[in-house]
C-alpha cells in the first residue's frame, strides 16, 4: 500500500490543522494506520492510531485530549486533527500502516511496513 500525506503548513500558537493520510494501490481494510512526527534531532514519536475494521483509536499522551484520529472508508483516508498547536508540535508527521500490528507495539514505529513521505507542520509562537 502507498501512503500519502497532505494538510501540513504554517500555523501559529492555538490554531488547528487537519493532516490527510490516503492509501493507494490497495486499501486499508485490515490495516492500522498510525501517525507518527519526527523533529529535528529527535526520535520519531507516536502521536496517534486507529484499527481500521474495529475503529479503535489510540494516542500518544503529547496530543491526547487535543487531537482526533478518524477514518473516511468511502475515501481510503485516514485523518488526523490537531487543536490548540503549540510551537512543539512543529514536525514532519508520518503516515504508517501494517496489516498485521500487535496493541503492544502500535507505538512502535518499527513495527509498522509501510510510510508515507511525510508532512511538515510548523508552529510559530
Known amino acids: 500500500v502507498q501512503l500519502v500525506e497532505s494538510g501540513g503548513g504554517l500555523a501559529q500558537a492555538g490554531d488547528s490543522v487537519r493532516l490527510s493520510c490516503a ?3 490497495r486499501t486499508f481494510r485490515t490495516y492500522t494506520v498510525g501517525w507518527f512526527r519526527q523533529a529535528p534531532g529527535k ?5 496517534a492510531a486507529i484499527k481500521w475494521n474495529s475503529g479503535h483509536t ?3 499522551d503529547s496530543v491526547k485530549g487535543r487531537s482526533t484520529i478518524a477514518a473516511d472508508k468511502a475515501k481510503n483516508t485516514v485523518y488526523l486533527q490537531m487543536n490548540s ?5 512543529t514536525a514532519v508527521y508520518y503516515c504508517a500502516a501494517d496489516s498485521h500490528l500487535i496493541i503492544t ?3 512502535d514505529p518499527g513495527a509498522y511496513d509501510h510510510w508515507g513521505q511525510g508532512t511538515q507542520v510548523t508552529v510559530s509562537s
Open 58 to 60: 489510540y494516542y500518544g
Open 23 to 25: 492509501a493507494s494501490g
Open 85 to 89: 498547536l503549540e510551537p512543539k508540535d
Open 105 to 107: 507495539t502500535i507505538s
Open 43 to 47: 526520535e520519531r514519536e507516536f502521536v
